[in-house]
């Protein structure tokens, strides 16, 4: 299965000790054969992050570096059970890409219902393209009730390289990644691989998504990061949807 685009990738703007720059994540994406790079640092909601000011600036960044065509967006912490994001709707409305993610220092682990409600919103909003990582054991989720609002939405489910490497970081995430891929089989939900990759090393690397996709016999067509017109199709409604909001 070719792969062509990185989905979830950290640079320094995100904290968490790494240096490394977008230029350099471009780099190991032409490297790695990987040709569309979404960018997505973490929201301005997570203190050690980027202010909006450097998200705003993306935007007169080169859309293209090392030949590998860039996506500026975001990991948008989910902040409250309204589906709240962590970035101004007018920033919101700028980025090329959106990931809705649960992270402790902004949405307190709670039970399945509330947890759900949280990410069910953000996605009702119309405006999540993704969400990230909905495979972290601090989180239960109700996996068929998120799956089919993703379904009624467009929006796309992540299947996280990082949370199923031997030392991810949210827990067992393999059984419930197994379910999530069961459903979104059974629902032709599509889904995206993203590495998560804070830094260089890991852009490009899907290999436990890999194992797992295999293991669960899941189609290629229902993969988005086999083509880059797919993905571009889907984003589409929603970054219209970010923008209309503060038209
Ligand atoms: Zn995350
Ligand atoms: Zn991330």
């Given at each position: 299965?070719?792969?062509?685009?990185?989905?979830?990738?950290?640079?320094?703007?995100?904290?968490?000790?790494?240096?490394?720059?977008?230029?350099?994540?471009?780099?190991?994406?032409?490297?790695?054969?990987?040709?569309?790079?979404?960018?997505?640092?973490?929201?301005?909601?997570?203190?050690?992050?980027?202010?909006?000011?450097?998200?705003?600036?993306?935007?007169?960044?080169?859309?293209?570096?090392?030949?590998?065509?860039?996506?500026?967006?975001?990991?948008?912490?989910?902040?409250?059970?309204?589906?709240?994001?962590?970035?101004?709707?007018?920033?919101?409305?700028?980025?090329?890409?959106?990931?809705?993610?649960?992270?402790?220092?902004?949405?307190?682990?709670?039970?399945?219902?509330?947890?759900?409600?949280?990410?069910?919103?953000?996605?009702?909003?119309?405006?999540?393209?993704?969400?990230?990582?909905?495979?972290?054991?601090?989180?239960?989720?109700?996996?068929?009730t998120l799956v089919d609002v993703c379904k009624e939405y467009g929006t796309m489910v992540e299947l996280n390289n990082s949370?199923?490497?031997?030392?991810?970081?949210?827990?067992?995430?393999?059984?419930?990644?197994?379910?999530?891929?069961?459903?979104?089989?059974?629902?032709?939900?599509?889904?995206?691989?993203?590495?998560?990759?804070?830094?260089?090393?890991?852009?490009?690397?899907?290999?436990?998504?890999?194992?797992?996709?295999?293991?669960?016999?899941?189609?290629?067509?229902?993969?988005?990061?086999?083509?880059?017109?797919?993905?571009?199709?889907?984003?589409?409604?929603?970054?219209?949807?970010?923008?209309?909001?503060?038209?």
């Amino acid at each position: 299965m070719d792969l062509f685009i990185d989905t979830h990738t950290h640079t320094v703007a995100s904290g968490h000790g790494s240096t490394d720059t977008i230029t350099d994540l471009a780099r190991a994406a032409k490297e790695r054969g990987i040709r569309l790079l979404a960018v997505t640092d973490h929201s301005p909601s997570i203190q050690e992050s980027a202010r909006e000011s450097y998200f705003r600036a993306l935007r007169f960044c080169e859309p293209v570096r090392y030949g590998v065509r860039l996506l500026y967006g975001t990991e948008a912490d989910v902040t409250d059970t309204n589906g709240t994001l962590g970035m101004s709707d007018e920033v919101l409305a700028l980025m090329d890409l959106v990931i809705a993610s649960l992270h402790p220092p902004c949405f307190h682990p709670s039970d399945r219902e509330t947890n759900t409600l949280a990410l069910v919103n953000a996605v009702k909003s119309g405006r999540v393209d993704i969400v990230g990582h909905p495979d972290d054991e601090k989180y239960p989720l109700d996996l068929p009730t998120l799956v089919d609002v993703c379904k009624e939405y467009g929006t796309m489910v992540e299947l996280n390289n990082s949370s199923l490497a031997p030392d991810g970081y949210r827990g067992n995430a393999k059984p419930l990644d197994t379910q999530l891929l069961k459903l979104c089989k059974e629902k032709k939900v599509y889904v995206s691989l993203g590495s998560d990759s804070h830094g260089r090393t890991g852009v490009g690397d899907f290999r436990y998504c890999l194992e797992l996709i295999r293991e669960c016999s899941f189609p290629e067509e229902l993969i988005v990061n086999t083509s880059p017109s797919l993905f571009s199709s889907l984003l589409k409604p929603h970054r219209e949807a970010r923008k209309q909001l503060v038209r």
